[in-house]
């Protein structure tokens, strides 16, 4: 996928040396050095230079590229897929492009679903249940949400991810694959498991929908509609794809005192058997909070160490902060076996990459910039 606005790297390619690349032109290129933060040294024609580096890119691989694109700022360098891992996406149509990374079928609901959700509406389950307020159904729906989203201050536990795996699950995110399984079990364990499936929120939802007493579904504006439009994109999005390196995007809400807080996370990664790989990965989360307004984490794992950059668009009051809470940080990071090296600040309007990356664009290869 072409990625563009990366934030640029140090300079490292001359305009005498740019003019030698042809649009389209197939090279050879050796990663002499990877740096945590997804920076690195590339060779290239006999030349070491600066470069942004995919997720899943390991120092000493050599792999064939395409120059993809050429201007003044540097260059793009496309990866070509490996025989047996990856489709060809290059030639694809734009709105199929996704479909096949993500690994889906070529369905126009699926593709409305997957374009939809990347930019949906982070506020979507608070405003929606806001213009519910008098039906007959807002109590039953919201008191089911409030028991499937995990709490803020869960995360900050040890235990935190249990509490996100089982929030996803209260969601309904393994709906159709649960009925699947259930198909397999006998009387009267699929009729336990029926009801267990019935009382996470999308069987709720599917539930209400499908109720002789319900709106109309036609109406695109349906709130109902449109959570359960939410719910399906993010089943679309939770999968890891079928590219080289994992990729999946999970929009949550959080409860902090009866409030929900939006929050995007987006995770890329080289892979370990079926699992993504989180010794070598790259995770961004935007949160958008009451007091300090949004503020986005990028950070990037290597082996046993990572390197963050906070983001947000009120710099003045980031390094107090930072200071109170990173020493903390680094402890509970250690405690998982990862050494924080630092810790950066930076403009979020600004950095377009971040923004990008989160809503499903991400490094294919490698980018060279002046």
Known sequence: MEVSNISSAPSSISASLLNKFQLGERLLVEVVQ????????????????????????????????KVGNLNEGGLLLIREPILGKSKDISSAPQQLQQIIERGLPNNQEIIALIKSFQTSDMGLFRSLFGSMQGTSITDELLTNLKRAIPQWNSFSEDNGMEE?????????????????????????????EKQRLQETFKGMLLKIIQSPTSEDMSDSDSPLLQLLQKITGQQLWFKTGTMDSAYMMLHIPLLNKEQFVPVQIAIESARKGLKMDEQHCRIA??????????????????????????????????????????????????????????VELGELDQNLEFKHFLQGSRRTGVDISR
């Open 34 to 65: 990877k740096l945590n933060n997804g920076e690195g040294t590339v060779r290239v024609k006999g030349q070491n230079m600066h470069a942004l580096l995919e997720t899943s890119t390991q120092a000493g691989e050599k792999f064939w590229v």
């Open 285 to 342: 989360v935007l949160v958008e909070t009451q007091e300090l307004g949004e503020i986005g984490i990028d950070a990037f794992f290597n082996e046993n160490s990572f390197t963050c950059r906070v983001l947000s668009n009120g710099l003045q009051f980031l390094p107090d902060l930072l200071e109170a809470v990173v020493p903390e940080t680094r402890e509970r990071f250690a405690k998982l076996g990862f050494h924080l090296e630092r």
């Open 164 to 192: 996100l795996l089982s929030s996803l699950k209260k969601l309904g995110l393994n709906y159709e694959q649960r009925i699947q399984q259930m198909m397999k079990l006998d009387y009267p364990a699929r009729g336990i």
